[in-house]
């Protein structure tokens, strides 16, 4: 079956970095565009990034462009997210979701998500 | 960017009524790139419907999907307690909004 295990959140203080991963197995890894998608403490969903399988396709939310970087390893089966310059704003539980074939697309498999703490 | 703009903010009605959640576009969004997720307290989202009305293979027939241009809509007919959970739609057409969410309360 699909499954997408994000690793990598924890305490970091503001200013400082965190780079996040998601191993997935079950599925054609490489054929699939993914996102990650996070979630701040009691509040709604913000999309922040999507990879197309290939690597050639990529797009970052306003609010985390120039900051985060995504990344793939397909021959690890494995997706990545840089995130630098890390703010409070950016405390929230991240998910890796998985998206459609050769279109970004709706989510239909996630992880259970890992979260990120920004606080001195 | 295309916000999404779901109503209402919270909704309580009790088991076997009918729930009508809307989501309201800023400009016009093809219906082929429209879902709505359920999202259970401490859970990932779970995709419910795609493509505006094509629901996920495994999710109960109660949950259906329509609309078109900006006017989005997901009914939950024959409410069961379990269907307590926040619903968001979803854009995927150009980059990636979220609605705000819609709090459901079976009671």
């Known amino acids: 079956q699909v499954q997408l295990v994000e690793s990598g959140g924890g305490l970091v203080k503001p200013g400082g970095s965190l780079r996040l991963s998601c191993a997935g197995s079950g599925f054609a890894f490489s054929d699939y565009y993914l996102s990650w998608i996070r979630q701040a403490p009691g509040k709604g969903l913000e999309w922040v990034s999507y990879i197309s399988g290939s690597s050639t396709d990529t797009n970052y939310a306003d609010s985390v462009k120039g900051r985060f970087t995504i990344s793939r390893d397909n021959a690890k089966r494995s997706l990545h997210l840089q995130m630098n310059s890390l703010g409070a704003e950016d405390t929230a539980v991240y998910y890796c979701?998985?998206?459609?074939?050769?279109?970004?697309?709706?989510?239909?498999?996630w992880g259970q998500g890992t979260l990120v703490t920004v606080s001195s | 960017e295309i916000v999404l703009t779901q109503s209402p903010g919270t909704l309580s009605l009790s088991p076997g009524e009918r729930a009508t959640l809307s989501c309201r576009a800023s400009q016009s969004v093809s219906s082929t790139y429209f879902a709505w997720y359920q999202q259970k307290p401490g859970q990932a989202p779970r995709l419910l419907i795609y493509a505006a009305s094509d629901r996920v293979s495994g999710i109960p027939d109660r949950f259906s999907g329509s609309g078109s241009g900006t006017d989005f809509t997901l009914t939950i007919s024959r409410l069961e307690p379990e269907d307590s959970a926040v619903y968001y739609c979803?854009?995927?057409?150009?980059?990636?909004?979220f609605g705000q969410g819609t709090k459901l309360d079976i009671k």
């Open positions: 979803q854009q995927y057409g150009s980059s990636y909004t």
């Open positions: 979701a998985r998206g459609g074939t050769g279109i970004p697309g709706s989510q239909r498999y």
